[in-house]
């Protein structure tokens, strides 16, 4: 049965575009208050118009580059300025480069660092006391089917996506009994501007999903008895996961390697 996130405020990053914008439309839909974090204010400030005809349904765009030192506090100070209780936070903005990484640019690089992995861990940190002691949210941390092995030509990026998995795996631990329901979204390739960002979609592997259906899949994971620590979106992807985790490295990095370098 589909919860209802009635009374409760959610902060959803990379809110502006693909799975960020969709998971704003499903939890305001299930009447959460929305904190809505991104850079692009026009595409924020959009989406808020938008939200707010979901009756009892309050959003706050908030623009703000979430890989600039001190961002998390300046989304802390942003809540606690309008006295917003925060009981979910989704994990979302994020994003990936290909090629390989002795000719990565390097400012780009520490940046995808610092926002996939560095204000994940910064927000939820931020949150955490206050979501667990309201027990009525979730914590979902966007990471991807990269996390289950090494990626040759997107190396970094399949580095903090590893990181993303077992750093939310270890939280959904220790937060174990609170109520919040914690869990790590790993989607596979997905219809959103992810690719353009990249520069190719020559390195999608499958079928492309919607952020709809992947969205619906993290949201059906949120509202079982049990919600589990890991999600793969896709029946494809969750099995190429489960292989991934059983065939030795020494074949799996090849074999992704020359997935990554058409
Ligand atoms: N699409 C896929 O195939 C796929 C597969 C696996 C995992 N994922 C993961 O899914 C998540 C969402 O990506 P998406 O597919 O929805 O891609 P997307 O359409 O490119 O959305 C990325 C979002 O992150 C925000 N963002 C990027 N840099 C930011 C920064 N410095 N500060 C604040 N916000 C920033 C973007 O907003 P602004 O540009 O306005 O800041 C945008 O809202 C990412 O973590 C990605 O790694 C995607």
Redesign the pocket.
Known sequence: MARNHAGTTAIV??????????FARTLAARGANLVL????ED??SALADELRDEPGVTVHPL??????PG?ADVVTAFVRERGLPVDSLV??????MHGPLAEADAARLD?QV???VG?LVSLTRAFLPEMTASGRGVLVN?????AFQPVPFMAA?GA??AF?LSFTEAVAHETRGSGLRVTT?????????????VGTDRV?VGG??T?QQ?VATAMRALDARHTPTAIVSGRRNAAAAVVAGLVPRSIVVPLTARLMSR
């Open positions: 990053t990379g809110a502006s575009s693909g799975l960020g914008a969709e974090v991104a850079r692009r595409r924020l623009a703000v580059d979430l890989a600039a961002a994990n979302n903005a994020g994003f990936g940046e610092r926002l996939n204000a966007v990471a991807s089917t990269a990026y903090t996506k993303v979204l790993c989607p596979g390739a997905t219809r959103t501007e992810f690719f353009e960002v999608r492309y999903q952020p992947v």
